[in-house]
């Protein structure tokens, strides 16, 4: 997994099977990231990303409350169909914003609630 900042954007590079120990990893590394900068959106590409567990899913769910209360974003981007199915069927695509790739979601990713973002 790769982690780089992108402006305001914390862009995490997840690859393989996110799967219970991956997540847990994941999750812990986030968190240092966040708590040093509580002012970043966060941009996660799945274009590696083959397999989503439910912890995954539950994780992105915490994280996006956590940052809502930071009035900050999680944004996912380059899917795969069996991702996005997994996403649709519990229904995290309503709650997150999803993007086709990782330009046009760091462009759409707003710094401040007040701007107007363009989003899927």
């Known amino acids: 997994m790769q982690v780089r900042k992108d402006d305001h954007v914390l862009v995490v590079f997840p690859s393989g099977r996110m799967d219970i120990s991956q997540t847990a990893n994941l ?7 966040v708590n040093d900068d509580p002012e970043c959106d966060i ?3 799945l ?9 995954a899913v539950r994780m992105l769910i915490s994280l996006h409350i956590r940052l809502l209360e930071n009035k900050k974003n999680i944004s996912i981007c380059n899917i795969s169909p069996g991702v996005r199915k997994m996403l649709e069927f519990v229904d995290l695509d309503s709650m997150v914003n999803v993007y086709n790739c990782k330009d046009e979601a760091i462009r759409n990713l707003c710094s401040s609630p007040e701007e107007n973002c363009e989003r899927e």
């Open 27 to 33: 999750e812990k590394e986030i968190a240092s990231y």
């Open 47 to 55: 274009s590696n990303v083959e397999y989503l567990h439910s912890s």
């Open 43 to 45: 941009l996660f590409d």
